[in-house]
């Protein structure tokens, strides 16, 4: 959907080289060692398809393989596929497999296999956020419809050979196949065992599952028979901290009891200023974090309401008084160094005259007559409360009356956010594929299924899909500008900041990579651990 030219060349003029912790060539590699890692939630799930928030995102990567994978520069690079080619109209995609890589249970990958896989993701009923990224595949569209059985564009030419149809040549297919739900899962587990395949999976990747406790942990063991090599490291365990809980994450990696932690804000400058024993990486991310405005709702049909939720709060003091500035303050939707964003927009001021203007044409002069506001969150944190505080008090001094409340079950807040049971919600988006259609499609086209502030707006449909299409750069980027413009006009969401990828590492771990997709993309099985650094 993306020219692999194209995203080449927005990475080479606009993203900074991939971060990387103290990989030394010369230094002996070590076999073994246990890597500790902290994530912020129980993941939903470990089923790539149907894998919709980061936390699964970050284990899954470590137990599947796609046709190809972005590397540390987001170059598009072989895996499962040895090589491929297209057709000259790029419209006819072919895929050699490597021959002899096996699942985890020891079956032989197949060309059956990767049409399954890839079938799946449009399979309505497994609700993957990655459909959208296939439907123009020929015969997409009548399978989704239940029309056909099979996709007719997907087809095994021979045991190790994929062919992929397209109905229209948007891009290249070879980008989209590297996004974290294309991963390619063993036919016969999966349809015997559902959904409950989340649970058990059973991959190709350098590590194997082990073992999942719930709040507690889950474990990977290294896949020794792993086409590119075995990892280095023996086992990865990932410490669930429900809610994430970053001051627990952060004392346990004082104590050592993990290699890695993100940095907790109440002690930041602290942290930072120490010159502690530990490696500190900090790079820009393709995100955008925010309050999604349920546009179904009353009163936050109303355009005007919106707007004024957005002009009464202070967002820029918001990131600098509660989150010390560790954050670039997010005046559209696009992040900066992403194809299209535009330096020169200016947002949402904060204006308490101008939001209570807004209320009174909206029928609420002085907010009367306006219900408390209900806003949800999935995580409870002590600076997040602060935050909270602070909105309180900016919606009170224009007449809205807020109430927080918190689901720090991820998997439940995540089916509610999908039902559209939330007025106002607290969410972050991390691109999948370094391109502004990952965020403007996928948060804000009228049928996509990530869309839950259930906005809907035809000249911005239509504008995106012709974005699509456009084979222009400079066109394309116009397009999605006027994109952005209209969705911040309608104010479906209120953007607050862009994520910046920060985190400790010991000071023995060693060749980590680090790209603009952030922590779920880390190549786990390039890290070593040094024994010579160790305390």
């Known amino acids: 959907m993306f020219l692999l030219v194209l995203i080449c060349v927005v990475v080479a003029t606009s993203l900074p080289a991939s971060a990387q912790v103290r990989g030394d060539a010369s230094a002996p590699a070590v076999d073994g060692g246990v890597y500790r890692r902290p994530l912020g939630n129980d993941p939903a799930t470990?089923?790539?398809?149907?894998?919709?928030?980061?936390?699964?995102?970050?284990?899954?990567?470590?137990?599947?393989?796609?046709?190809?994978?972005?590397?540390?520069?987001?170059?598009?690079?072989?895996?499962?596929?040895?090589?491929?080619?297209?057709?000259?109209?790029?419209?006819?995609?072919?895929?050699?497999?490597?021959?002899?890589?096996?699942?985890?249970?020891?079956?032989?990958?197949?060309?059956?296999?990767?049409?399954y896989s890839l079938t799946r993701i449009l399979d309505p009923t497994v609700k993957s956020g990655g459909a959208d990224l296939f439907a123009s595949i020929r015969g997409a569209q009548e399978f989704r419809e239940g029309k056909a059985k099979q996709v007719s564009g997907l087809t095994a030419l021979d045991r190790y050979t994929v062919q992929v149809v397209l109905t229209e040549a948007l891009a290249p297919f070879v980008s989209v196949l590297a996004v974290g739900q294309a991963k390619i899962v063993p036919k016969e587990l999966v349809e015997q065992q559902g959904e409950a395949f989340g649970a058990h999976p059973i991959g190709t990747g350098p590590f194997k599952f082990v073992r999942w406790e719930r709040g507690k942990e889950i474990v990977l063991v290294a896949n020794s028979d792993y086409f590119d090599g075995p990892p280095k490291l023996s086992r990865v365990v990932y410490r669930i901290f429900r809610g994430e809980e970053f001051d627990a994450m952060h004392e346990q990696f004082e104590r050592g009891n993990l290699e890695d932690t993100p940095i907790p804000t109440q002690e930041y400058r602290r942290i930072v200023t120490a010159g502690g024993n530990y490696v500190h990486v900090k790079r820009p991310m393709l995100s955008v974090r925010f309050y999604g405005l349920n546009t179904r709702i009353k009163p936050l049909d109303d355009r005007r309401v919106r707007q004024a939720l957005i002009h009464a709060i202070d967002r820029e003091a918001l990131v600098d008084e509660v989150y010390?500035?560790?954050?670039?303050?997010?005046?559209?939707?696009?992040?900066?160094?992403?194809?299209?964003?535009?330096?020169?927009?200016?947002g949402y001021a904060h204006d308490p005259r101008r939001a209570r203007e807004l209320l009174a044409q909206a029928g609420y002069p002085g907010g009367r007559g306006l219900p408390p506001i209900p806003i949800w969150?999935?995580?409870?944190?002590?600076?997040?409360?602060?935050?909270?505080?602070?909105?309180?008090?900016?919606?009170?001094?224009?007449?809205?009356?807020?109430?927080f409340h918190y689901e720090t079950n991820w998997p439940s807040f995540s089916a509610r956010l999908a039902q559209g049971q939330f007025p106002i919600f607290l969410y972050a988006w991390f691109a999948d594929v370094p391109h502004p259609d990952n965020f403007l499609f996928k948060l804000f086209y009228s049928r996509s299924p990530r869309n839950f502030t259930g906005y809907s707006n035809k000249a911005v449909d239509d504008l995106l899909l012709q974005a699509k299409r456009e084979r222009d750069l400079q066109r394309q980027t116009d397009l999605y500008r006027q994109v952005e413009r209209l969705v911040l006009d309608d104010a479906p969401i209120i953007p607050v900041w862009h994520y910046t990828y920060e985190r400790l590492f010991q000071p023995y771990v060693r060749s980590v990579e680090v790209n603009g997709l952030g922590d779920p993309y880390i190549p786990l099985k390039?890290?070593?651990?040094?024994?010579r650094a160790r305390p």
């Open 377 to 403: 969150s999935g995580v409870r944190l002590e600076k997040l409360l602060q935050e909270h505080e602070l909105i309180k008090k900016y919606l009170a001094a224009v007449g809205i009356q807020a109430e």
């Open 526 to 531: 390039k890290i070593w651990l040094d024994s």
């Open 46 to 115: 470990l089923d790539p398809a149907r894998i919709g928030d980061i936390f699964g995102r970050s284990v899954a990567q470590q137990l599947f393989d796609g046709l190809v994978q972005f590397d540390q520069t987001l170059a598009v690079t072989p895996a499962l596929a040895q090589f491929w080619k297209a057709s000259r109209d790029g419209l006819t995609w072919t895929f050699t497999l490597r021959k002899g890589v096996k699942f985890h249970h020891g079956r032989e990958v197949t060309a059956d296999d990767v049409a």
């Open 324 to 346: 010390l500035d560790r954050y670039i303050l997010a005046r559209g939707i696009l992040p900066p160094g992403m194809m299209a964003f535009d330096p020169k927009l200016k």
